[in-house]
């Protein structure tokens, strides 16, 4: 089981916090950093911690049923990122856009930042 990587965007008061998740292992062990955007702040911001095992099941289970003909989208532009590996050598799975017309794949991202938001928006550093 190769180790998860990914980036998401989450709207907040007045600004905006850019998600990367580094690298989530196996082992649930997971590490990134955030970038905090708004009129008042621009920081960035270590989060590290632990999932459960099954938890990290789960959402490789959930990577295995996106459709991997979304994965050739432009990276750069993408809102999220899906990808396997380690940031120097990923397989991207899924760039995901916002602002395109929800579809399954749409519906898998959004449910894996939704398992993964509430772990690292508690670490004490984010």
């Given amino acids: ?3 998860i990587v990914m980036r998401w965007r ?3 008061v007045g600004g905006v916090r850019n998600w990367h998740l580094a690298a989530l ?3 649930g062990e ?3 950093y955030v970038h905090i955007r708004t009129a008042d702040l621009r920081e960035n911001r270590g989060f590290q911690g632990r999932v459960s095992s099954s ?3 789960e959402i490789h289970e959930l990577i295995e049923r996106i459709d991997p003909g979304d994965a050739e989208s432009d990276e750069d532009s993408a809102d999220g990122l899906i ?3 380690s940031r120097s050598e990923m397989e991207v799975v899924l760039s995901y856009r916002a602002d ?3 579809d399954s794949n749409s519906d898998l991202f959004l449910r894996i ?3 993964l938001q509430p772990h690292v928006s508690a670490c004490p550093c984010a």
């Fill in 1 to 3: 089981m190769k180790s």
């Fill in 10 to 12: 989450q709207s907040v």
């Fill in 25 to 27: 292992h196996p082992d």
């Fill in 30 to 32: 997971y590490w990134g």
């Fill in 55 to 57: 938890l990290v099941n």
């Fill in 83 to 85: 990808g396997l590996g």
């Fill in 100 to 102: 395109l017309a929800a």
């Fill in 113 to 115: 930042v939704g398992m």
